[in-house]
């Protein structure tokens, strides 16, 4: 069998080979197998699109597992975690990420929202700040408050889908990757809006990013020096064409300067190199002065350009 949904995708061959000959579906009769395989390369191919589909693709951002289990099997249990199905195509997900196949139920989870899927609506949550859509719906008004109140909002999926969002002209939003940069914006009262990723991007952050792009805000990403960092920093600065934030060569041999000028300890880079989209100086930079930097390391940097209505 063929995974023609999956050409050109490196993981797989190796994928499919280990699908086919594996205990779970040889031990099944020819056309069950045949069905499951099919099944799988079908969930694996919506979640992996080809380039031109990607902004075809974000729809699918927000659909529950259950959601997308009923399109391709016809019940909304067919991918829950004690079935075959889910089993293929977790190990589809964890090849194309080259982690471990996840082995309880958070590092399920997990790979699952990595990959686009909400497992729930609720459990999950972004957090945001300074966010002001316009309109008069209880759920807009509410986040409007907040924000005039210089609260930071955790938003589930549920409140995303039950906002329409609509943005002023020429929105300018700023996406950080560490919750820390949203406290210390809180408590400075800065200005401008700010979401952050937590780290990697879960569904409902995906969501939220792509509901703000879809009412045409313009966003600014910045994340952490090191190499997780870049790479995350390509895929987000890509999917949204995005403006890094202060992520150029120049700004992390400053960072490094000002971490090493108050003595804060830096942790060597480890990991596989990987060059910045949008900064061919970074990674050999990063790889002279050989420090990962987190961006808390310059927060005052990151502050002045929030506490200013023109950044």
């Known amino acids: 069998m063929r995974a023609t949904g999956l050409v050109g995708l490196p993981w797989a061959p190796g994928w499919l080979d280990e699908t086919w000959r594996g205990g779970a579906v040889s031990r099944l009769p020819p056309d ?22 990607i902004g075809e693709a974000r729809s699918l951002v927000g659909s529950s597992r259950g959601e997308l289990a009923e399109h391709v099997t016809g019940t909304a249990h067919g991918l829950d975690d004690d079935t075959v199905l889910a089993r293929l195509v977790l190990r589809g997900l964890a090849r194309s990420r080259g982690v471990e196949f996840p082995r309880d139920a958070r590092a399920r989870r997990q790979l699952w929202e990595a990959a686009g899927v909400a497992t729930d609506q609720v459990s999950s949550t972004v957090l945001s700040y300074g966010l002001m859509p316009l309109g008069d719906d209880w759920p807009t008004r509410l986040l409007r408050e907040r924000s005039l109140e210089m609260a930071e909002t955790h938003l589930t999926m549920r409140d995303l889908r039950r906002m329409e969002w609509r943005l002023a002209s020429g929105t300018q939003i700023f996406v950080c990757e560490n919750p820390r940069v949203v406290e210390a914006v809180a408590d400075a009262g800065c200005q401008r809006p700010l979401v952050c990723t937590s780290g990697n991007p879960t569904t409902t952050v995906l969501a939220l990013l792509d509901a703000l792009a879809g009412a045409g805000a313009h966003l600014a990403y910045r994340g952490d020096f090191d190499w997780p960092g870049v790479a995350m920093a390509n895929r987000i600065i890509r999917r949204y064409n995005a403006r890094p934030w202060r992520m150029t060569a120049a700004d992390y041999e400053e960072h490094v300067r000002i971490a090493r000028g108050r003595a804060t300890p830096l942790q060597p880079l480890s990991g596989q190199p990987t060059a910045a989209e949008w900064d061919p100086e970074l990674a050999p930079a990063m790889q002279m002065m050989g420090v990962g930097i987190q961006e808390e390391s310059a927060l005052e940097l990151l502050l002045a350009d929030l506490e200013s209505e023109g950044a």
């Open 32 to 53: 069950r197998a045949a069905l499951l395989l099919v099944q799988a390369i079908t969930v694996l191919a919506r979640l992996h699109p080809p380039a031109e589909q």
